[in-house]
């Protein structure tokens, strides 16, 4: 690798100075859901059970307008790009708006929560711990989007130590009421998964009061015009919902065929439930810090977009996939040949019961590691076409990929008695096919006519 494409604009030590704080900000994401199911695993194999897929419900709903919100940043990019600065206050602001109109529409799924989870049909002790937990989370719903808008203004514009002190302080602060709400120490009451749910809603809106104070610092004011006379603004909210639109659909059918397919192992039995949430934990380990190497793809494609100046997006995207590859495959490698070392974490005891849901979690590992490369490929040619414009595609080919070649197979798999094994090999192609059609569509080159800000 050469010095000069190392150290150009978009090179590997670019990519990394804006990306390090982003991946220690999803990285600390992780670690607070992680930290969750550690601790929710000590109360009961219900509560770890329930902790996974009331989770993946909440933001499965949550999905839509954070894919539409996050997309803020891509105008924040682009206009910083262009050198418009004045134009970016406005465009935090339309994602301010959205994320308070998401948070209204959410917050309904503390009334109807509790149907939801008795037709999915879990074990009755598994759907007590999941309505508690989704009742709390979606009534709060608000807070983690509007803290997405607001760092919008830090990431687009590749500030991305502040997005990491905010979410880092957001996931300090979570840990630490996690362990007071769940357990009860220190006088507090012992909420059990409750207490999880509430630690993550008291922290995001801590997180929203840091992130508005810092947006509307004297400097941002004025050079950004973040706290402009006219804050609606419905020409730009148009063009913010013309793309980002696609992108919060994308988003939301993907996670919602991710969380179909995890629904599937609590139906196959409780062992293969507990399982497969030991298994999606450690996968976000993998999966979540690489969010922060799309994020910084789409940043720089976005400036270089804005700049029009493309070779820098470029170099941004070969830079990333060779980080991206090294981590990955690192990963895997410790997945396949030191499953335990992951699994025991979540030891409560020596039942059969217990030993059978390890034995199958750690089966569970090799197949994540059998796609994670490919699952590096889908996030760094999906965030580079994105960044530039290319939502329409991505919804279309992310969508149409994942209900045909992953929930249809997998429904019909089950119907006919299939095992969990054979679930996880129609997964591992779908990753392998969604990877290899996203670097298609990145090689044909259409996102380099495109722009988001006219």
């Known amino acids: 690798m050469s010095e000069s494409r190392t150290l150009k604009h978009g090179g590997i030590w670019e990519l990394l100075r804006i990306a390090m704080p982003l991946i220690m900000a999803s990285s600390s994401h992780a670690m607070r859901l992680f930290s969750d199911r550690i601790m929710l695993a000590q109360l009961s194999s219900e ?10 419900m909440s933001f499965m709903f949550m999905s839509f307008f954070l894919g539409v919100v996050n997309y803020t940043s891509t105008f924040v990019a682009q206009y910083t790009g262009a050198k418009r600065p004045h134009q970016v206050g406005p465009a935090v602001w339309q994602g301010f708006f959205l994320a308070l109109g998401g948070g209204v529409i959410l917050g309904t799924g503390a009334f109807w929560g509790a149907p939801l989870f008795r037709l999915v049909g879990h074990d009755p002790a598994v759907q007590v711990e999941q309505m508690a937990y989704f009742q709390i989370v979606s009534a709060m719903a608000g807070f983690p989007l509007v803290v ?44 059990g998964i409750a207490g999880a749910a509430l630690a993550t809603g008291l922290s995001s809106l801590v997180g929203c009061i840091l992130a508005a104070s810092l947006l509307l610092a004297a400097r941002n004011r004025r050079e950004f015009h973040t706290w402009p006379v006219r804050k609606w603004d419905p020409v ?172 249809l197979p997998c429904l019909v798999a089950y119907r006919l008695g299939a095992g969990p094994h054979l679930l996880w090999g129609i997964f591992i192609c779908y990753v392998m096919i969604s990877g290899l059609v996203f670097f298609a569509r990145y090689r044909a080159g259409h996102w380099t006519s495109m722009s988001v800000i006219g």
Do not use: C
């Open 47 to 56: 509560a770890l059970a329930a902790s996974l897929s009331a989770g993946l």
């Open 148 to 191: 997405a808008a607001l760092n919008a203004f830090w990431s687009g514009r590749g500030k991305t130590w502040i997005v990491l002190m905010i979410e880092g302080s957001t996931v300090v602060l979570n840990i630490l009421l996690n362990y007071l709400l769940i357990f009860g120490h220190y006088g507090f009451p012992r909420l």
């Open 236 to 407: 730009l909210m148009k063009r913010l919902l013309q793309y980002g639109m696609p992108n919060g659909i994308h988003f939301f059918l993907d996670i919602s065929a991710f969380n179909l397919f995890t629904i599937l192992f609590g139906w196959l039995g409780k062992a293969e439930q507990e399982a497969a949430a030991i298994a999606f934990s450690m996968n976000a380990i993998a999966f979540i810090p690489m969010i922060g190497i799309g994020i910084t793809v789409s940043i720089l494609v976005g400036q270089a977009i804005g700049a029009q100046n493309l070779a820098p997006a470029r170099r941004a995207v070969h830079s990333a996939m060779t980080v991206v590859l090294l981590y990955m495959g690192t990963i895997g490698l410790l997945f396949v040949f030191k499953p335990m070392l992951f699994v025991n974490l979540f030891m409560r005891g020596d039942g059969a019961d217990q030993a059978r849901a390890m034995s199958l979690a750690a089966d569970f590992l090799k197949y994540i590691a059998a796609y994670l490369l490919f699952d590096g490929l889908f996030i760094v040619y999906n965030s580079a076409i994105k960044g530039a414009g290319d939502t329409r595609f991505a919804m279309v080919a992310g969508v149409t990929l994942a209900w045909a070649l992953m929930v």
